[in-house]
């Protein structure tokens, strides 16, 4: 039988990974955890290796090198699909997305939507009524936000929180996305989900929770991955424009 998998990528967050796992597993017994570790030098994946030989709910992959989130997850979506897991969970090591919420996102996906669709993807949403964020910086507010709004709009996308990085997928719906198509590494994978979601016709909806800042460790936020996302969502944005008016030509010409 199916069932629930926790996908936790992970660099460098040796006092965060144990705690995390047991509060995982505590919340929710059937769900397994998947630590997806980057060789992280400060021998988190040893860590996990430990945890998952006291838990055989609890798994490991360690990969050479720190190529990404976004390349973690694809890993590891690829891993849980070819065992059977659904839904397939994302969840941060840093503490910031509370796994006591967790059952909140799963009861959300067997409520049908406003138009009575099922659901295929839950987003854990920061902006939206109910949602809340503890000890952000403020400059990290304004980003997220900001980012949000930008990739909502470019990409008419309804998600409020479009960077949001606790989520919940059903298998059917990481089949639907064609995960070969997605190639951002850096957290505008989270945006790219999204976009793909949307152009499978995928129905996603959102839960309020809420994020905590890390306590422990450092963030793995850089220029670098603030510039691939906007360009990506940008050019994505761009291309779709161009699409559809060229479908409306069309429709004109046809018409
Ligand atoms: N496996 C893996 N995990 C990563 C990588 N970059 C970030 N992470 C993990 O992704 C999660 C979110 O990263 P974090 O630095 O907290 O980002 P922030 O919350 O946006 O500041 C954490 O669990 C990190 O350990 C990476 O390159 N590889
Ligand atoms: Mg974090």
Request: charged share 25%; net charge negative; proline share 4%.
């Amino acid at each position: 039988m199916s069932h629930a998998l926790v996908v936790i990528p992970t660099y460098n967050e040796r006092e965060n990974i144990a705690s995390l796992v047991a509060r995982v597993r505590a919340a929710v017994p059937a769900a397994s955890v998947l630590v997806v570790d980057d060789s992280s030098p400060d021998g988190t994946g040893y860590i996990a290796e430990a945890l998952a030989a006291d838990d055989d709910a609890v798994r490991v992959l360690h990969r050479t090198a720190k190529e990404g989130l976004g390349a973690a997850y694809l890993e590891a979506f690829g891993w849980a699909l070819e065992r059977g897991h659904d839904p397939i969970v994302q969840m941060d090591a840093d503490g910031s997305h509370l796994p006591e919420q967790l059952q909140s996102l799963l009861d959300a996906l067997a409520v049908p939507d406003a138009a009575g669709r099922p659901v295929d993807v839950v987003i854990g949403s920061r902006w939206i009524p109910g949602g809340t964020i503890e000890n952000w910086p403020r400059h990290r507010e304004l980003l997220s936000r900001w980012g949000s709004a930008y990739a909502r709009t470019m990409l008419r996308l309804s998600t409020r929180d479009a960077t949001a990085g606790y989520r919940v997928f059903r298998a059917s719906a990481l089949r639907a996305i064609h995960l070969d198509d997605v190639h951002t590494r850096g957290y505008g994978f989270q945006v790219d989900m999204l976009w793909h979601a949307r152009q499978a016709g995928l129905v996603v909806v959102e839960v309020p929770i809420t994020f905590v800042e890390r306590v422990h460790g450092r963030s793995k936020m850089s220029p670098f991955i603030v510039v691939e996302a906007m360009v990506k969502v940008t050019g994505w944005g761009i291309a779709d424009l161009f699409r559809r008016t060229r479908g409306a030509d069309v429709e004109a010409h046809s018409a």
